[in-house]
């Protein structure tokens, strides 16, 4: 039986998903119509400035962050048609290799996301990385006095036996049900969202209970909370990853002009971490990024280039 804490994070992590279903789901396919003025020289009928683009995402605070950058990057650069849509994981990748979306800056490799890749890679094509040194893991509050993951079985009844997650299919997901079959863990990975288990987390540190969940580096939590990654010693989620940009297949060939942005496309955990707090204080996705871009000009012509 759960107690009246356990029963508060219940709760919250059931509403948090349905709200989150509720507010991507209604935006999902939403496109952002502010442009540079006058756009590129040869932007007219039949270019590939003319093309609609589809990016996929998954909603992690960075894929957010990044998708949003790189949908107004690419409008001012004088592409007129810039569409965003987010799913899980799965089918990100399978959308990839069969040419459903374009591309995404949404991959985690080379281990959060292998499974997908190992099922899709020969499919999709690999643009290059846009974030480097990414970390996954199991995370805890410094007042939790545990420190590795091989000691939660031994405190198992301070979590309820339970690890909060996000969504399923997430590759953080699937490397912490890895984790439990590794560790014998007798703990429960709860589902969840990002947003529900934010929202988890900060009811327990709020209220000095422990609490476990999965989470990763960028994330804003990291800037608002002094949190600590358990120690991994049977290396199950791996030293770190990086954010890479895929693409599908024959993008290079149709839209030469738009692949050469995204090979350039590169930033560091302070460019994205400001995007992210900047949408956890309440700023929408899209105005976030058009601040990020306002206040960047010098690193977003870099990625755009010389026409």
Request: charged share 25%; glycine share 10%; proline share 5%.
């Amino acid at each position: 039986m759960k107690n009246n804490f356990g029963k508060k994070i219940g709760s919250i992590l059931i509403v948090s998903f349905v709200l989150g279903i509720c507010l991507f789901g209604a935006g999902c396919a939403d496109k952002n119509d502010s442009k540079a003025g006058g756009g590129p020289p040869d932007a007219g009928p039949g270019s590939e400035y003319e093309d609609e683009i589809t990016i996929g995402y998954v909603l992690w605070d960075g894929e957010i962050a990044s998708t949003n950058v790189i949908q107004q990057v690419l409008q001012q650069a004088g592409y007129k048609n810039v569409e965003i849509m987010h799913v899980d994981a799965g089918p990100l990748y399978h959308g990839l290799a069969k040419g459903e979306f374009d591309f995404t800056t949404s991959a985690w490799l080379p281990q959060t996301h292998v499974h997908y890749w190992e099922k899709y890679g020969d499919q999709i094509d690999p643009v290059g990385i846009n974030l480097k040194n990414c970390r996954i893991g199991l995370v805890v509050p410094p007042y939790v006095e545990v420190s590795s993951i091989e000691e939660l079985n031994a405190n198992k009844e301070l979590f309820e036996g339970e690890i909060i997650g996000i969504d399923p299919g997430a590759g953080v997901m699937d490397l912490t049900e890895t984790a439990i079959d590794e560790y014998g863990l007798d703990m429960e990975l709860t589902a969840s969202s990002n947003m529900g288990m934010a929202a988890a987390l900060e009811l327990a540190i709020e209220s000095k209970e422990p609490v476990v969940v999965t989470l990763w580096s960028p994330h804003w939590a990291f800037n608002r909370w002094d949190l600590e990654y358990l120690e991994d010693p049977k290396g199950v989620y791996g030293k770190s990853d990086n954010a890479e940009t895929l693409a599908r297949k024959g993008l290079k060939e149709d839209m030469p002009k738009l692949y050469s942005i995204l090979e350039r496309f590169e930033w560091n955990h302070d460019d994205i971490e400001s995007v992210m707090m900047d949408i956890e204080n309440d700023t929408a996705p899209d105005e976030a990024a058009a601040k990020w871009i306002e206040n960047n000009p010098d690193k977003v012509q870099e990625w755009i280039g010389e026409e």
